[in-house]
């Protein structure tokens, strides 16, 4: 194999795994910082009574937008949501979330 050959392998190579490094990320970060999770719905009485979800990781979110039919104190739930950085809630419990996903476990 000459030295051409070699070098036009080298360069298709390194190419390659530069192409695919960069099309892999892109692939990763669709989901954006998406909160995964599983937990449970609780009913909390203050500030006038609403529903969270207590993760299993121990944190809790205050998801505004939580399906009427799972407002259920005790159902568990697989979750993935959206983290509302700009909003804020006289709740003052846990991190306000929109929920992307969610289904009963």
Request: proline share 2%.
């Amino acid at each position: 194999m000459n030295t051409l050959s070699r070098l036009f392998i080298r360069f298709f190579l390194s190419t390659s795994l530069v192409l695919f490094a960069l099309l892999s990320q892109s692939c990763m970060t669709d989901s954006g910082d998406n909160i995964i999770g599983t937990g449970t719905v609780v009913f909390l009485s203050f500030e006038g009574g609403f529903y969270g979800i207590k993760a299993d990781d121990g944190r809790n979110y205050d998801p505004m937008n939580l399906p009427e039919d799972l407002r259920k104190d005790g159902l568990r739930v697989r979750f993935e949501a959206k983290e509302l950085k700009d909003r804020a809630s006289f709740h003052m419990w846990g991190t306000i979330v929109e929920l992307v996903h969610i289904q009963k476990l």
